[in-house]
């Protein structure tokens, strides 16, 4: 029996008149996630169907579809040409010896002599009579057989189903620049803004040599992962050690995170500019370290000059977010020990509500716009597929 993946998707029907255009990315971004392997995708009504796969790249598809946004559920499902005898050997393939069961069957195929109820009845009862250790349960089945009986005269017969990422397809609500740390936060935050259909281009400052080659390999990695979900992404590394000696050097050590931090927007701001993303992304999340007041965000935010600032994590504990990390594949990297530059040259009593009179006569220290210059000059640019 040939096998099959049905693909449901999410949220897109409800997009009116862009429905096609959003079905069309859709269906790119897993031709994307599938490239290399052999399958065919198709549309049928309100879902696709991926055929023509090798049964032993099963697990590969359907681990790299659950990566793509956009996707409510999947099912493994036999295609058969429609018949009782085909239909029930099918759902006897699917069907487990013992426990709880229950066929649910939709008939798109009007010609079709028996309707839903008797065909439910019919392939449940002939299990039933197979293996005596069987039970129907119509409101908890462990195991619910689902049968759609299509025009084309073939019928798809599958299982349980398995959960998607949801959200929607990437590439459907512009670009984003995501200021990304070695943390577990930042991936997070870019993951969750990807889920909503954005693109994500990806921002790292280093402060090499008091940050080593494994800091920055480790970020590489993070956005390694974070690209399986936003169909790829582009990496701009920016060298920020002269900023951080400089106001080591030159102001009060108690605002490096605060002074640095406005730096880092500045920069992001720009290069967000000339790679066409409409707004920086933060792994911020109120209250969750002393820079990450609304007092230290107001700071930070008010040095940008067109683009909005997504935190989506701000809401968020702790531990919503590391599961959320575990969950994307990223939190064993995250937390692998290497020293973010923040880190360095850290205050021993860092500001946690810098009063902006204040952080403004810092600043005046520095020649801003010349070490923006710098820093930027310093850019390396990483493509990730
Ligand atoms: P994360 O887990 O993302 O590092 P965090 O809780 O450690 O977050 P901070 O270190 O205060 O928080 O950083 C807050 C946010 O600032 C990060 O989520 C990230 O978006 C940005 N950021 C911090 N350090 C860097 C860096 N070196 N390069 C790029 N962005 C950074
Ligand atoms: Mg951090």
């Known amino acids: 029996m040939e096998k099959v993946i049905i ?18 990315v859709f269906a790119e971004n897993m031709e994307k996630a599938l490239k290399g392997i052999r399958h065919e995708i ?13 049964e032993s790249n099963e697990e590969f598809i359907l681990d ?51 309707n839903s109820m008797a065909i439910n009845a019919e392939i449940g009862g002939r299990l ?13 089945p462990d195991v619910l057989i689902g049968v759609d009986l299509r025009e084309d005269g073939t019928s798809l ?25 070695g943390g577990i936060d930042s991936p997070v935050a870019g993951y969750m803004m990807a889920k909503r259909g954005m693109n994500i281009d990806c921002i ?19 956005a390694k992962v974070l690209a399986q979900y936003c169909c790829g992404t582009t990496l701009n590394v920016i060298k920020v050690t002269h900023i951080q000696e400089e106001i080591h050097k030159k102001c009060n050590g108690d605002f490096m995170v605060t002074l640095l931090r406005r730096f880092m927007m500045r920069i992001a701001e720009r290069i967000a500019k000339k790679s066409g993303a409409k707004c920086l992304i933060t792994g911020e999340s109120l209250g969750q370290v002393a820079s990450q007041t609304i007092e230290g965000m107001t700071s930070s935010g008010s040095v940008i000059e ?10 968020f504990d702790k531990n919503e977010i590391i599961e959320r990390s575990r969950n994307m594949g990223a939190y064993e990297i995250s937390i692998q020990p290497y020293e973010d530059c923040c880190t360095v040259f850290l205050p021993r009593h860092p500001v946690i509500r810098p009063a902006m009179a204040e952080v403004l006569a810092e600043e005046a220290k520095l020649d801003i716009e010349a070490l923006i210059d710098e820093a930027l000059s310093s850019l390396e640019v990483v493509k990730i597929n």
């Open 7 to 24: 693909v449901r998707y999410c949220e897109i029907y409800l997009k009116g008149n862009n429905r096609g255009y959003f079905e069309r």
């Open 157 to 181: 017969v599958f299982g349980n189903m398995i959960k998607g990422a949801g959200g929607m397809p990437v590439g459907t609500a512009g670009k984003g620049m995501l200021l990304i740390s």
């Open 204 to 222: 790292h400052f280093h402060s090499y040599p008091y940050t080593n080659m494994q800091a920055r390999e480790k970020v590489e990695n993070l």
């Open 64 to 114: 790299k579809l659950t990566k793509v946004f956009g996707v409510h559920t999947l099912s493994v499902a036999y295609k058969v040409p429609t018949s009782m005898d085909n239909i029930y050997h099918a759902a006897s393939e699917i069907c487990p010896e013992f426990g709880t069961f229950k066929v649910d069957t939709h008939r798109a195929d009007k010609k079709f002599p028996l």
């Open 42 to 54: 198709r549309k049928r009504s309100g879902r696709y169907t991926v055929e023509n796969f090798d």
């Open 128 to 140: 039933l009579d197979k293996h005596k250790g069987l039970k129907v349960d119509i409101h908890k």
């Open 306 to 315: 067109d683009l909005p600032i997504l935190r989506p994590l701000c809401g």
